[in-house]
């Protein structure tokens, strides 16, 4: 089955600064790539996605990249602020079926 | 954006009962609800993927005759934990969509503790 790699584990940036949070996976037929974010004790969030055909996609601050050869993708939070602390999920999945979710990264913006 | 509900929010049983969690896709109809486990500052586990009509598909390792998916319509899809002991303790999350949408939607999670 799939296999999700995901880092760091933890990550604390400056407010303003940017964060970048890797994911690699292991089955080549994965498809989509959706980023979920995490606050303590609530569901989890979908913030961006993207799909394989496409190699980066942009909303506002966040983008996401994509590399099909090495099988991995990325997001990135740019001008990042104390809302964005949460734990960010990557997952990957075949035509929606059967999501496999890396292990998470806990990300705390200092002000 | 879609909207799953989950009931009961929070559920504390002693070991050995069996307890049920509803999934409910509220404005849209779920054909795929999946069902995932998640410890204390854990990532979401898979446990069954559900169609609706048809039978659960159980990733390895989750037993199918502990955790039972029914999946009857298109708007719910439910979990029933038998014969619960302490191990089973966790923070379940049901989520709808997928297939050729993709996106999914997640429930607000269940926090089961058995005694």
């Known amino acids: 089955g799939e296999n999700v790699e995901q880092h760091p584990s933890t990550l604390s940036v400056q407010e303003g600064d940017s964060a970048v949070i890797k994911c690699t996976y292991s089955?080549?037929?994965?498809?989509?790539f959706p980023w979920y974010k995490q606050e303590l004790g609530k569901r989890p969030q979908l913030i961006i996605d993207?799909?394989?055909?496409?190699g980066e996609k942009k909303d506002q601050r966040i983008a996401v990249t994509l590399n099909k050869t090495a099988k991995h993708f990325s997001l990135h939070i740019t001008e990042t602020q104390p809302e964005d602390s949460a734990v960010y999920f990557c997952?990957?999945?075949?035509?929606?079926?059967?999501?496999?979710f890396g292990t998470g990264t806990s990300l705390t913006v200092i002000p | 954006g879609a909207v799953v509900s989950q009931h009961p929010s929070w559920v504390i049983c002693k070991s050995g009962t069996s307890v049920k969690i509803e999934c409910r896709s509220l404005d849209f109809q779920a054909t795929t609800m999946f069902w995932y486990r998640q410890f204390p500052k854990q990532s979401l586990m898979l446990m069954a993927t559900s169609n609706e009509g048809s039978k659960a598909t159980y990733e390895q390792g989750v037993e199918k005759d502990k955790f039972l998916i029914n999946h009857a319509s298109l708007t719910l899809s439910t979990l029933t934990v038998t014969s619960a002991h302490p191990e089973d303790s966790s923070f379940y999350i049901c989520s709808g969509g997928g297939g050729i949408k993709e996106t999914q939607y997640f429930g607000p999670g269940t926090r089961l503790l058995v005694l």
């Open positions: 993207i799909r394989s055909n496409v």
């Open positions: 997952a990957a999945s075949f035509t929606g079926n059967q999501f496999y």
């Open positions: 089955d080549s037929a994965s498809n989509y």
